[in-house]
Every structure is written in C-alpha cells, then in structure tokens.
C-alpha cells in the first residue's frame, strides 16, 4: 500500500540539505491531495523537484482524447494509483500524464 508520508521522508533525505526542504513543506507543496490517505497525483513544484533533484525513472504518455480523460477518470486514478503521478495540462486541457517510478528506494 502506498505511504505518502513515509516516500517524503525518504525523497527529502536525498535532497540536497542547502534546499532547506522540509518534510512538512514537501507534504504540502508536492501533493495535489495533502490528507494522509490522499492520491499521490503530483502538484507542479513537486513534479520539478523529482525530476530536478531526484534520479527516479519517468514514464511519459499522451493524453489523445482529453474528453475520455475525465473526473472520472482522475478520481480513479487518485483512490488506486500506488506511484507518484503528473498531470500536464495547457488551460485545463490535460495534454500527458506521467508516471514516476520509486520503487528503488529503500523504505
């Protein structure tokens, strides 16, 4: 089962300390959904600090039809979704969806 908490506790070990980021900060700042059972769908400053800072695999796919990919669609993937995950949108137009792969990490 995923542990939000627990990923952003070991991702800001890794951070450079002069980022000064704390656990607390990441908590708010790099998740769309901050409650501690919440989807682990990236904001944009935290999508930048885990391809910035961090050396995780991504996995990069197009949104086609951006009618399919609806608030069905983005409600399912916050309640089942177990890795971190990036919507880019142009004026609210979901355009990709990327995947971002942790499971190297040692918690």
């Not at 059972?37 to 996995?59: H, K």
């Amino acid at each position: 089962m995923r542990d939000k908490l627990r990923l952003t506790e070991e991702l800001v070990k890794q951070l450079d300390t002069d980022l000064g980021v704390t656990v607390k900060q990441a908590m708010h700042t790099w998740w769309f959904n901050i409650r501690k059972n919440g989807g682990m769908r990236l904001t944009g400053p935290g999508y930048q600090i885990f391809v910035d800072e961090l050396d995780l695999a991504r996995y990069e796919f197009a949104i086609t039809d951006p009618h399919q990919f609806n608030q069905h669609v983005i409600l399912d993937l916050d309640r089942k979704m177990q890795m971190p995950y990036y919507i880019s949108a142009t004026k609210g137009i979901p355009k990709k969806i990327v995947f971002l792969a942790v499971a190297r990490l040692s918690w």
